[in-house]
């Protein structure tokens, strides 16, 4: 889209620019060659400008922005919205940013916001609102409505304060333009729902989602107004939130480099890892050899017991992780449930797992001549990992955030690979056991 | 948010604590009371609320609700539902009950519940509201901002407003601000905005997400083809789609679909055991062309030591690249062939080049271990060679299985996520294990 409109006039390119949406703009400068960038930020006003680069990722823009001088960077800063600004601004070294901060106004909302911690609902705070004293008439709150709503995002709600700022509630926009005189703000208030500044953003979004909210007041400890969370970022913070979850289940580390090799080597060490974790499954097995060596056909199954005890782990623990990120209660006794869900599927399962190697070694008579005994050996194996998976997916995490670790470590490939080394050693223990000497 | 109402309080208290719960709060209270103690919140609670409650609550609770109430009471808050949340409750009701309801509405209402009732699931005009307002384009400002204070219901939207043309088609919205702060000699038609960011009826609930999320949305119109606006599509319905969609996968590939906290033991059996037996008849395959390697495994017994790495090592790489292919799915990064080819060129290499190191990591740890403990007759480095090609070929074929499925999957219309099923993971298995004991029959028989 930019690409085509940069061989236009510059007339012309500045007229088509207005119809375009930032987001579209944005995904179209990244296709633009370095001398079609240039051009492009000759012919554009800083505040198009400060457009494209805010709806970039955060660290894409805040590359972009440090190809400025310091001026042209406070002045981008100043027309975009303080908490796009803030989240480019930390994305840049200490250096770059201590730098820019330091010529910005010591009024700038940004200065306000930096100072959060990425997870506190501060953080995603903008204070592009209106607010309105409580004791205004309905006239005088009209009016100032339409002052100062060129300046804020949306007017649907209006944030009512008292004199020392304190939040009293709201007044919705529909509520206002119905009233008569001589009413005042006082009459209208409803209350709503508010977050506080230092609250993790998670929950905040939580309460925007359950509640189905537009704007999210923020408060100070002192119940003074500081902003808004709007539910557009809300979206954009739970999207980025569900990713992780996501990759961390597929031990996935988060990355967005474009560079194959890159990506590469980010995801080894995960790889690296689950290699090492498998060596012992190696060399428990080497203590069974003897037994493997008589009784060869043990081997054929042992896919079948390590792949259902790998999955029925990973389903706790997903939902244990779920849990668990949520910060919801009753873990307790979700994990209780889930051990008695392993018992239930493990007996059930082990019966399948029994009767259907009893009919295939019958039928294969070449491979052994204790069928009787090869399917127990395979069903009693089954039933007890198949048991044991949930309690080893519920313990581990549960143990990681005992010790204050991030739980997702425990990834789905991490649990199975543990799970693998006690599901084979049961099985051949049993083996060992049942078939003894053979 | 309290944990509990105390109903030992006086009525006045009472109604003053309704007041200042929240409707989502009161819902997640509501199941567990007693019905005395329903009865006297239903009594007690205001009207705005109750209705803020009731659309929180599950279809059952609903219901539960609903017969506390007489007939005028009933008929008050159904007609106080917003049009989706009507359409919800409505849509789990049988034939009858659904006309019964359908009468308390006006009849311009009840048609459009009726109309919302035809969408398919997965229509973005299935989650629309029809609480919106619409002007037309010839009124001036006195007379659309007159329109909006006068006729504009409590439920309605009207942080933008539409604006239609004397055919009734969309031409496009204008802002309450920008209507606010207009002069009331300034002209109508400047201020109107033109709507490109709209969905049509039958396009589906991913378009009206992304759209909503990418340019930053509060609401967008739902058109029919004679280009009418027909409802709204509001960010806080998106949001909880989007929610359920990532639920969805997360759960997807954990092989727990449709999972809830609040599940049983026995519920939670009954819903993982068909996978789970999916996943053991599919060993049966695996199991059969293991059998057929049985000669190979007598011989060379030592090579059953490695096969859980070999498997498993697979299997993560492919969880790996099939979870990079859904995210980028999921935001619709693969709109275009060419991203397209270059996230499968993407993937493969990483996949190869991992594959690679790790192959060659095993091979130096197989060689340390046999040449320590080996017992067999085979060289710990032949034996070694084996394990490192077979964990270079198995990771490799299985991360460009993770990339092509689901890619292949979503073409034809069937839900990428599915690809992380038992099926996938027994593929992956079998071409594992013939690749291994393959390599091992070549080599030492």
């Given at each position: 889209?930019?690409?085509?409109l940069?061989?236009?006039?510059?007339?012309?390119?500045?007229?088509?620019?207005?119809?375009?949406?930032?987001?579209?703009?944005?995904?179209?400068?990244?296709?633009?060659?370095?001398?079609?960038?240039?051009?492009?930020?000759?012919?554009?006003?800083?505040?198009?400008?400060?457009?494209?680069?805010?709806?970039?990722?955060?660290?894409?823009?805040?590359?972009?922005?440090?190809?400025?001088?310091?001026?042209?960077?406070?002045?981008?800063?100043?027309?975009?919205?303080?908490?796009?600004?803030?989240?480019?601004?930390?994305?840049?070294?200490?250096?770059?940013?201590?730098?820019?901060?330091?010529?910005?106004?010591?009024?700038?909302?940004?200065?306000?916001?930096?100072?959060?911690?990425?997870?506190?609902?501060?953080?995603?705070?903008?204070?592009?609102?209106?607010?309105?004293?409580a004791?205004?008439?309905?006239?005088?709150?009209?009016?100032?409505?339409?002052?100062?709503?060129?300046?804020?995002?949306?007017?649907s709600?209006?944030?009512?304060?008292?004199?020392?700022?304190?939040?009293?509630?709201?007044?919705?926009?529909?509520?206002?333009?119905?009233?008569?005189?001589?009413?005042?703000?006082f009459?209208?208030?409803?209350?709503?729902?508010?977050v506080?500044?230092?609250?993790?953003?998670?929950?905040?979004?939580r309460?925007?989602?359950?509640?189905?909210?537009?704007?999210?007041?923020?408060l100070?400890e002192?119940?003074?107004?500081?902003?808004?969370v709007?539910?557009?970022?809300?979206?954009?913070?739970?999207?980025?939130?569900?990713?992780?979850?996501?990759?961390?289940?597929?031990?996935?580390?988060?990355?967005?480099?474009?560079?194959?090799?890159?990506?590469?080597?980010?995801?080894?060490p995960w790889?690296?890892?689950?290699?090492?974790?498998?060596?012992?499954?190696?060399?428990?097995?080497?203590?069974?050899?003897?037994?493997?060596?008589?009784?060869?056909?043990?081997?054929?199954?042992?896919?079948?017991?390590?792949?259902?005890?790998?999955?029925?782990?990973?389903?706790?623990?997903?939902?244990?992780?779920?849990?668990?990120?949520?910060?919801?209660?009753?873990?307790?006794?979700?994990?209780?449930?889930?051990?008695?869900?392993?018992?239930?599927?493990?007996?059930?399962?082990?019966?399948?797992?029994?009767?259907?190697?009893?009919?295939?070694?019958?039928?294969?008579?070449?491979?052994?001549?204790?069928?009787?005994?090869?399917?127990?050996?395979?069903?009693?194996?089954?039933?007890?990992?198949?048991?044991?998976?949930?309690?080893?997916?519920?313990?581990?995490?549960?143990?990681?955030?005992?010790?204050?670790?991030?739980?997702?470590?425990?990834?789905?490939?991490?649990?199975?690979?543990?799970?693998?080394?006690?599901?084979?050693?049961?099985?051949?223990?049993?083996?060992?056991?049942?078939?003894?000497?053979? | 948010?309290?944990?509990?109402?105390?109903?030992?309080?006086?009525?006045?208290?009472?109604?003053?604590?309704?007041?200042?719960?929240?409707?989502?709060?009161?819902?997640?209270?509501?199941?567990?009371?007693?019905?005395?103690?329903?009865?006297?919140?239903?009594?007690?609670?205001?009207?705005?609320?109750?209705?803020?409650m009731?659309?929180?609550?599950?279809?059952?609770?609903?219901?539960?609700?609903?017969?506390?109430?007489?007939?005028?009471?009933?008929?008050?808050?159904?007609?106080?539902?917003?049009?989706?949340?009507?359409?919800?409750?409505?849509?789990?009701?049988?034939?009858?009950?659904?006309?019964?309801?359908?009468?308390?509405?006006?009849?311009?209402?009840?048609?459009?519940?009726?109309?919302?009732?035809?969408?398919?699931?997965?229509?973005?005009?299935?989650?629309?509201?029809?609480?919106?307002?619409?002007?037309?384009d010839?009124?001036?400002?006195?007379?659309?901002?007159?329109?909006i204070?006068?006729?504009?219901?409590?439920?309605?939207?009207?942080?933008?407003?539409?604006?239609?043309?004397?055919?009734?088609?969309?031409?496009?919205?204008?802002?309450?601000?920008?209507?606010?702060?207009?002069?009331?000699?300034?002209?109508?038609?400047?201020?109107?905005?033109?709507?490109?960011?709209?969905?049509?009826?039958?396009?589906?609930?991913?378009?009206?997400?992304?759209?909503?999320?990418?340019?930053?949305?509060?609401?967008?119109?739902?058109?029919?083809?004679?280009?009418?606006?027909?409802?709204?599509i509001?960010?806080?319905?998106?949001?909880?789609?989007?929610i359920?969609?990532?639920?969805?996968?997360?759960?997807?590939?954990?092989?727990?679909?449709?999972?809830?906290?609040?599940?049983?033991?026995?519920?939670?059996?009954?819903?993982?055991?068909?996978?789970?037996?999916?996943?053991?008849?599919?060993?049966?395959?695996?199991?059969?062309?293991?059998?057929?390697?049985?000669?190979?495994?007598?011989?060379?017994?030592?090579?059953?030591?490695?096969?859980?790495?070999?498997?498993?090592?697979?299997?993560?790489?492919?969880t790996?690249?099939?979870?990079?292919?859904?995210?980028?799915?999921?935001?619709?990064?693969?709109?275009?062939?060419?991203?397209?080819?270059?996230?499968?060129?993407?993937?493969?290499?990483?996949?190869?080049?991992?594959?690679?190191?790790?192959?060659?990591?095993?091979?130096?740890?197989?060689?340390?271990?046999?040449?320590i403990?080996?017992?067999?007759?085979?060289?710990?480095?032949?034996?070694?060679?084996?394990?490192?090609?077979?964990?270079?070929?198995?990771?490799?074929?299985?991360?460009?299985?993770g990339?092509?499925?689901?890619?292949?999957?979503?073409?034809?219309?069937?839900?990428?996520?599915?690809a992380?099923?038992?099926?996938?993971?027994?593929?992956?298995?079998?071409i594992?294990?013939?690749?291994?004991f393959?390599?091992?029959?070549?080599?030492?028989?």
């Amino acid at each position: 889209m930019l690409k085509d409109l940069l061989q236009k006039d510059k007339k012309q390119i500045l007229n088509e620019l207005q119809d375009i949406h930032g987001y579209d703009l944005a995904q179209s400068f990244l296709e633009l060659s370095d001398e079609e960038k240039e051009k492009l930020y000759k012919i554009v006003n800083n505040e198009v400008l400060a457009e494209i680069v805010s709806y970039l990722e955060p660290d894409v823009g805040a590359s972009v922005l440090l190809e400025f001088d310091l001026v042209k960077q406070k002045d981008l800063i100043e027309n975009m919205e303080p908490d796009d600004a803030v989240d480019i601004i930390q994305e840049m070294d200490q250096d770059d940013q201590n730098a820019l901060l330091s010529v910005l106004d010591d009024k700038d909302d940004v200065l306000s916001l930096i100072h959060y911690d990425d997870d506190e609902t501060g953080s995603a705070m903008t204070n592009l609102l209106i607010r309105l004293k409580a004791d205004l008439d309905v006239k005088q709150a009209t009016k100032i409505l339409i002052k100062q709503a060129p300046d804020v995002e949306t007017i649907s709600t209006l944030f009512v304060v008292d004199d020392d700022d304190k939040f009293l509630g709201i007044v919705g926009l529909k509520k206002l333009l119905k009233a008569k005189m001589p009413t005042t703000i006082f009459e209208l208030i409803e209350e709503h729902p508010y977050v506080f500044d230092k609250d993790p953003i998670i929950e905040t979004i939580r309460k925007i989602r359950n509640y189905a909210i537009y704007e999210m007041p923020v408060l100070n400890e002192e119940q003074k107004l500081l902003g808004i969370v709007t539910l557009d970022d809300a979206l954009d913070i739970y999207e980025e939130e569900a990713q992780e979850d996501f990759e961390k289940l597929a031990a996935l580390p988060e990355t967005t480099d474009k560079n194959i090799f890159k990506t590469a080597m980010h995801r080894i060490p995960w790889l690296l890892m689950l290699l090492a974790i498998s060596i012992p499954i190696s060399l428990v097995t080497s203590m069974f050899e003897e037994i493997l060596a008589a009784v060869a056909v043990l081997i054929i199954f042992q896919p079948l017991i390590s792949g259902s005890a790998g999955n029925v782990a990973t389903q706790t623990l997903a939902v244990t992780l779920k849990m668990l990120s949520k910060d919801e209660g009753g873990v307790a006794k979700n994990s209780l449930r889930e051990i008695v869900t392993g018992m239930i599927n493990g007996l059930v399962i082990g019966l399948a797992a029994f009767g259907i190697t009893f009919i295939f070694t019958s039928i294969n008579k070449s491979l052994t001549d204790i069928p009787l005994t090869i399917a127990l050996v395979v069903g009693l194996s089954l039933w007890l990992t198949v048991l044991i998976a949930p309690m080893i997916a519920v313990i581990v995490p549960i143990t990681l955030k005992l010790f204050k670790i991030d739980p997702a470590v425990a990834s789905g490939p991490f649990i199975t690979t543990i799970i693998d080394i006690s599901a084979i050693s049961l099985y051949f223990g049993l083996a060992t056991l049942l078939i003894g000497g053979v | 948010m309290p944990k509990n109402i105390n109903f030992k309080h006086s009525d006045a208290l009472l109604n003053k604590m309704f007041d200042a719960i929240h409707g989502y709060d009161l819902a997640l209270l509501y199941p567990n009371l007693e019905s005395i103690e329903k009865k006297r919140m239903i009594e007690l609670i205001k009207d705005d609320k109750l209705s803020d409650m009731f659309v929180e609550l599950e279809h059952i609770d609903q219901l539960d609700v609903l017969s506390f109430l007489s007939q005028a009471k009933q008929k008050q808050l159904i007609k106080s539902l917003e049009s989706d949340d009507l359409k919800e409750f409505i849509e789990n009701l049988d034939q009858e009950q659904q006309k019964e309801y359908l009468k308390y509405l006006s009849k311009v209402k009840a048609k459009t519940i009726e109309l919302l009732l035809t969408y398919e699931d997965d229509h973005a005009a299935s989650i629309m509201t029809t609480d919106f307002i619409t002007i037309e384009d010839h009124m001036t400002i006195k007379e659309a901002t007159n329109k909006i204070t006068t006729t504009s219901k409590d439920n309605d939207y009207i942080d933008t407003i539409f604006v239609v043309n004397e055919r009734k088609e969309l031409i496009g919205s204008i802002d309450i601000k920008d209507l606010i702060i207009a002069r009331s000699n300034q002209s109508l038609t400047q201020m109107i905005e033109e709507e490109d960011y709209f969905v049509l009826e039958n396009d589906s609930i991913e378009k009206a997400i992304d759209m909503v999320q990418d340019y930053d949305k509060n609401a967008i119109p739902v058109l029919d083809h004679q280009h009418h606006i027909i409802g709204i599509i509001t960010a806080d319905d998106i949001f909880d789609e989007l929610i359920e969609d990532y639920d969805d996968d997360y759960q997807k590939i954990a092989l727990v679909q449709d999972h809830t906290s609040s599940l049983t033991s026995i519920e939670r059996s009954k819903q993982r055991l068909p996978w789970l037996f999916v996943a053991v008849l599919l060993n049966l395959i695996t199991v059969s062309l293991l059998s057929m390697f049985e000669a190979t495994l007598e011989a060379v017994t030592v090579l059953v030591l490695f096969q859980p790495m070999i498997l498993g090592m697979a299997g993560n790489i492919g969880t790996q690249s099939l979870a990079v292919t859904i995210l980028g799915l999921h935001q619709d990064l693969f709109d275009q062939k060419h991203k397209t080819k270059k996230h499968i060129f993407k993937e493969i290499s990483i996949g190869l080049l991992n594959s690679f190191i790790l192959g060659m990591l095993a091979f130096l740890f197989v060689t340390t271990l046999l040449s320590i403990t080996n017992t067999s007759n085979q060289s710990a480095f032949d034996i070694a060679q084996v394990v490192g090609i077979a964990i270079f070929s198995a990771m490799s074929i299985s991360s460009m299985m993770g990339v092509i499925v689901p890619l292949t999957l979503d073409r034809f219309k069937i839900d990428p996520a599915s690809a992380s099923g038992p099926i996938m993971t027994t593929i992956n298995d079998i071409i594992a294990l013939v690749l291994y004991f393959g390599i091992a029959t070549i080599m030492f028989l």
